[in-house]
């Protein structure tokens, strides 16, 4: 099983703020990873796919970068719609694990 | 457009068998390249997968489960339903419904039914 680790587990930023979250796999999943943003009490939505590219409708200040088994999620200035979940998913393996996510909170 | 949704008991008892059901709607869940499956989240947890379905009929399941999951689909309800047999209070989570790419990742979710497993 390929385990996938998040760090931090929760983090506080303020809105503007420049913010990485980083997703580190138990092996290589060459650019098999995705990253979505869960709300509470809704489903989570798929923010960039394949490590960097963007999903369609999701604003140019999320952006993904990695490859092999580091990665990382970037929020360039964070807005108050910013702060939920987030979870990375490798997607290299059949089904795909999920991380155990990273929950960003206004400061 | 392409929509899921859940449905089935929100309680269920212990040794008992969780049964869900979710509906396509705005298209034919025969469509090919996709697969259908199911994810569930404990509360206050992550994400994990069940299982997941080719619209041929192929199965996909989590190991750590295989042994209580059954996962089809109806083609004639536009439906496809999760079984999960032999349930314990570990199993109390909101179950998704989604529609994974071939790559495994989730564009489209329903909007999630919790369970709870509870005597």
């Known amino acids: 099983d390929i385990q996938m680790t998040q760090s931090p587990s929760s983090l506080s930023a303020s809105v503007g703020d420049r913010v990485t979250i980083t997703c580190r796999a138990s092996?290589?999943?060459?650019?098999?990873l995705n990253w979505y943003q869960q709300k509470p009490g809704k489903a989570p939505k798929l923010l960039i796919y394949a490590a960097s590219s963007l999903q369609s409708g999701v604003p140019s200040r999320f952006s993904g970068s990695g490859s092999g088994t580091d990665f990382t999620l970037t929020i360039s200035s964070l807005q108050p719609e910013d702060f939920a979940t987030y979870y990375c998913?490798?997607?290299?393996?059949?089904?795909?694990?999920f991380g155990q996510g990273t929950k960003l909170e206004i400061k | 457009q392409l929509q899921l949704q859940e449905s089935g008991p929100g309680l269920v008892k212990p040794s008992e068998t969780l049964s869900l059901t979710c509906t396509v709607s705005g298209g034919s869940i025969s469509s090919s390249s996709y697969y259908w499956g199911w994810i569930r989240q404990p509360p206050g947890k992550g994400l994990e997968w069940i299982g997941s379905i080719y619209y041929s009929g192929s199965t996909y399941y989590n190991p750590s489960l295989k042994s209580r999951v059954t996962i089809s689909v109806d083609t004639s309800k536009n439906q496809f339903s999760l079984k999960l047999s032999s349930v314990t209070a570990a199993d109390t989570a909101v179950y998704y419904c989604?529609?994974?790419?071939?790559?495994?990742?989730?564009?489209?979710w329903g909007q999630g039914t919790l369970v709870t497993v509870s005597s």
């Open positions: 989604a529609r994974p790419t071939q790559q495994w990742l989730v564009r489209l």
């Open positions: 092996q290589s999943i060459s650019s098999y």
């Open positions: 998913q490798q997607s290299y393996s059949t089904l795909g694990t």
